[in-house]
T-cell receptor
Framework: EAQVTQNPRYLITVTGKKLTVTCSQNMNHEYMSWYRQDPGLGLRQIYYSMNVEVTDKGDVPEGYKVSRKEKRNFPLILESPSPNQTSLYFC?????????????FGEGSWLTVV | QKEVEQNSGPLSVPEGAIASLNCTYSDRGSQSFFWYRQYSGKSPELIMFIYSNGDKEDGRFTAQLNKASQYVSLLIRDSQPSDSATYLCAVSLAGSARQLTFGSGTQLTVLP
């Protein structure tokens, strides 16, 4: 079954404690991205990756890091989380950057930073 | 001006009515347009896409695109309570490094 898997799904953490949200896809997709969703703001792209070892900033990259060492994995790293990073996060993948490719979303990760 | 704008709603319609959701976009060179449905706390799911001017129908859903007016809409006929969700408009903006730019979404409630 084609899927994008995120972990953890729910996390409460404290300010400053480094955390990583993992994302894995089993479809051999080249393009992967991370979004955050906040009330009234829709989905905003944090980082994206065109392929292995190729990553770039999206609209709201501040406070986040990513890596793409393997094609299937695209972890999101919060080095020093702050309360304004409390949000719902989605990982997504598609065959390529072309928007007409079907985009597969993970189930989302609810992150609360206190 | 936001790149992709939607009325945030909430929009309420009675069961069986037509729900009309609207979206405008700023980039005249945009090529591809998408409507996603998102239930509370769930991931977005694609329900319609449209690339050419005019109407595109899929079951109870019709997407309408007017590139001259930079306007895309979604009509839901015979609305059902199960259609209650947030509807996200997404646009592939010409020359953007972003795959898609999303609007903020319109919350739809279908009243039984």
């Amino acid at each position: 079954e084609a899927q994008v898997t995120q972990n953890p799904r729910y996390l409460i953490t404290v300010t400053g404690k480094k955390l990583t949200v993992t994302c894995s896809q089993n479809m051999n997709h080249e393009y992967m991205s991370w979004y955050r969703q906040d009330p009234g703001l829709g989905l905003r792209q944090i980082y994206y990756s065109m392929n292995v070892e190729v990553t770039d900033k999206g609209d709201v990259p501040e406070g986040y890091k990513v890596s793409r060492k393997e094609k299937r994995n695209f972890p999101l790293i919060l080095e020093s989380p702050s309360p304004n990073q409390t949000s719902l996060y989605f990982c997504a993948s598609s065959l390529s950057f072309q928007s007409r490719n079907t985009i597969y979303f993970g189930e989302g990760s609810w992150l609360t930073v206190v | 001006q936001k790149e992709v704008e939607q009325n945030s709603g909430p929009l309420s319609v009675p069961e069986g009515a037509i729900a009309s959701l609207n979206c405008t976009y700023s980039d005249r060179g945009s090529q591809s347009f998408f409507w996603y449905r998102q239930y509370s706390g769930k991931s977005p799911e694609l329900i319609m896409f449209i690339y050419s001017n005019g109407d595109k129908e899929d079951g109870r859903f019709t997407a309408q695109l007017n590139k001259a007016s930079q306007y895309v809409s979604l009509l839901i006929r015979d609305s059902q309570p199960s259609d209650s969700a947030t509807y996200l408009c997404a646009v592939s903006l010409a020359g953007s490094a972003r795959q898609l730019t999303f609007g903020s979404g319109t919350q739809l409630t279908v009243l039984p």
